[in-house]
Structure formats: structure tokens, C-alpha cells
């Protein structure tokens, strides 16, 4: 089974590969290394960028989130599924959330080379810039990466967001700091300062907000609960 899970992830990392999308927001390989590492226990093994995973430290981000065997995660604005895949090895389910139909449909294409149950745990689904289309009260966890600085009437949004999560839901949102950067950032009018959505979260009466900018060269996390 293990020989087996292998072989299909390395089809699946051959196809990303030759067919990755450029997405300036999310899965923009930054160093063009590609790292295939076909191990069913390894978080971070199923879509692999080898630039970004240093830098980001996708495991680092995920062990931030806690036990999600159980849980139902949100991957919102997830591109091409670089966290999506990672956390359909942890969690319950993940639905894969975005507003390009093309990085859906490819999340899609990839996700069949998978063997059940990985595959049978991510869900795709089609937002609008205004409304993530979840329902109400249906996930544990909302992961935004990359993403929160491209969101209009961010308040409004979040709010929004307090409605599909479950009572004992949280946020957690990952984006650059405002600083020089040694990698392929994006402009400083794509990002926003910590403090201001520190300061959102709280006007929208989330709790428990924190601010972690030590553990990631280059971006800050931020985690906020109902």
C-alpha cells in the first residue's frame, strides 16, 4: 500500500510540475526548485515547492493549528491546493475555497490521482469576493495564507466568516510583514500591517487574538477564536 501511495503521489507531483497555474497570491513557486518527496506521513509532502517550503514553513504553520484529526478546515483562498493537500493529511475534511474556478478545477484534476480516503476528504468550492460560501456553522478552522491583504470590506468579511465556524471555531491568518523581504514578495500595497487586523478581529468580537511574528522569517500568524 505504501509503494502504491508513492507511486501516485509522484504522478501527481509530476503533473504539478508541468501543469502549476501562476498565482501571484498563493502558489507562485518563488525559486522554481521542485521537491518531490513521496511520503503518506509527511504533512508536507503531497504538493511540494521547495523555495516556498523554506520560507514558509508549511509544517510549522499546520502544528500551529493543534490536533486537527477530527476537524473540518477551511483553506480560503487556497490556489492550487499547496496547504489543501497538506491538510487533507491531518484533518477530517478540507474544503478548498476560492474565486478562480481554474485553480478549483485543478485542485480537482490532482485530487483524483489520490487513493480514498485523502481524496474523499477535500472538497472544492466556488466563492465570490464577497461571500466564502460556507454555511453556517460548518467548520472548525479557517486558514487564510496569502490572502487577506485581496479581501474588500475586510470587517464585513470577517464577520461573515464568525457565522460558518463552529462554536468553538477559530481563524488563523498568515500574511507577509511589512518589511524588506529576500524573497519574491508581494508590493507593500498588498499587505497590511499585524496590528490592524489584530485590531479588526477584536472589533468583530472574536476572542483570544494572538499575534505570532517570531515563528515565520517573513510573515506573521495571527489566530483569533469566537
Do not use: H
Amino acid at each position: 500500500m505504501a509503494l502504491r501511495f508513492g507511486f501516485l503521489i509522484v504522478i501527481v507531483l509530476l503533473f504539478v510540475q508541468s501543469c502549476q497555474k501562476t498565482r501571484p497570491n498563493q502558489d507562485t513557486p518563488l525559486t522554481g526548485q521542485q521537491e518531490i518527496v513521496p511520503n503518506q506521513d509527511d504533512a508536507s509532502s503531497i504538493v511540494s515547492d521547495k523555495g516556498r517550503a523554506i520560507w514558509q514553513k508549511p509544517a510549522v504553520v499546520i502544528q500551529k493549528l493543534g490536533n486537527i484529526s477530527n476537524k473540518t478546515v477551511c483553506d480560503l483562498g487556497a490556489g492550487g491546493g499547496y496547504f489543501t493537500f497538506k491538510l487533507a493529511l491531518k484533518s477530517e475534511k478540507v474544503i478548498a475555497v476560492d474565486i478562480d474556478s481554474t485553480a478549483l478545477q485543478y485542485i480537482d484534476s490532482l485530487k483524483t490521482s489520490l487513493p480514498s480516503p485523502f481524496r474523499d476528504r477535500i472538497e472544492t468550492r466556488l466563492a465570490t469576493p464577497d461571500d466564502p460560501k460556507l454555511k453556517q456553522g460548518e467548520v472548525d478552522i479557517i486558514l487564510i495564507i496569502n490572502t487577506i491583504a485581496y479581501i474588500d470590506n475586510l470587517k464585513t468579511y470577517l464577520l461573515k466568516l464568525k457565522q460558518s465556524l463552529k462554536p468553538d471555531g477559530q481563524v488563523m491568518i498568515v500574511d507577509y510583514k511589512m518589511k524588506r523581504m529576500a524573497i519574491q514578495a508581494p508590493e507593500v500595497k498588498f499587505r497590511i500591517y499585524e496590528n490592524i487586523l489584530e485590531d479588526l478581529l477584536y472589533e468583530c468580537a472574536y476572542s483570544e487574538v494572538l499575534v505570532d511574528d517570531t515563528s515565520l522569517d517573513y510573515q506573521y500568524i495571527i489566530t483569533a477564536k469566537l
